[in-house]
Antibody
Framework: QVQLVQSGAEVKKPGASVRVSCKAS????????IHWVRHVPGQGLEWMGW????????RSSQKLQGRVTITRDTSASATYMELSSLRSEDTAVYYC????????????WGQGTLVTVSS | QSALTQPASVSGSPGQSITISCTGT?????????VSWYQHHPGKAPKLMVY???NRPSGVSNRFSGSKSGNTASLTISGLQAEDEADYYC??????????FGGGTKLTVL
């Protein structure tokens, strides 16, 4: 069965960077894009960016451009999201999710990774 | 890219029907039939309920249905049940090759 398993919770200081991993199993990794979405407590879901797992092409939201880097390791069937220059407003649960078919269909999700930014 | 506009909250009694709207622009909702809806219980991963405007994934109740007119998409839940109480989000593909979510709607089952 399809699974996306993310790395564990992180606590970071303002200005630092964080890298969250997302390991896929149960399907051919290079066939589907992986997107990253975050949920800030008390706020809505925010789309962060995506990577074509086949050719490595990426796209990120205008708001986060310059701070977010998405990469993948096909040998490990894993995707990585790195967010730099962390601020308190980046405290959120970060999810990876698989895009299936249409461009906005996210059918499988990771369990979420809580990133807390605090001095 | 601004978030799609959803009502902050809706409510209904068990057995009733409710509709949640999702308004975008001619660069996202109005441009493509790539609108999806997600059910989200905070602390859990979102769940895909409707995709490509009006299609239901396998296993999702037929009480959930989607539609679109112009720049506004809608999710209708019929025969409301207590378990439907959650936050609901729409999203859409955009002409910038990105994705945008709505602000979310809190559904309360009275």
């Amino acid at each position: 069965q399809v699974q996306l398993v993310q790395s564990g919770a992180e606590v970071k200081k303002p200005g630092a960077s964080v890298r969250v991993s997302c390991k896929a199993s149960g399907y051919t990794f290079t066939t589907y894009a992986i997107h990253w979405v975050r949920h800030v407590p008390g706020q809505g879901l925010e789309w962060m960016g995506w990577i074509n797992a086949g050719n490595g092409d990426t796209r990120s939201s205008q708001k986060l451009q310059g701070r977010v880097t998405i990469t993948r390791d096909t040998s490990a069937s894993a995707t990585y999201m790195e967010l730099s220059s962390l601020r308190s407003e980046d405290t959120a649960v970060y999810y990876c999710t698989r895009r299936y078919g249409g461009y906005a269909n996210f059918d499988y999700w990771g369990q979420g990774t809580l990133v807390t930014v605090s001095s | 890219q601004s978030a799609l506009t959803q009502p902050a909250s809706v409510s209904g009694s068990p057995g009733q029907s409710i509709t949640i709207s999702c308004t975008g622009t001619s660069s996202d909702v109005g441009a493509y039939n790539y609108v999806s809806w997600y059910q989200h219980h905070p602390g859990k991963a979102p769940k895909l309920m409707v995709y490509d405007v009006s299609n239901r994934p396998s296993g999702v109740s037929n009480r959930f249905s989607g539609s679109k007119s112009g720049n506004t998409a809608s999710l209708t839940i019929s025969g409301l049940q207590a378990e439907d109480e959650a936050d609901y989000y729409c999203n859409s593909y955009t002409s910038s090759d990105t994705v945008v979510f709505g602000g979310g709607t809190k559904l309360t089952v009275l």
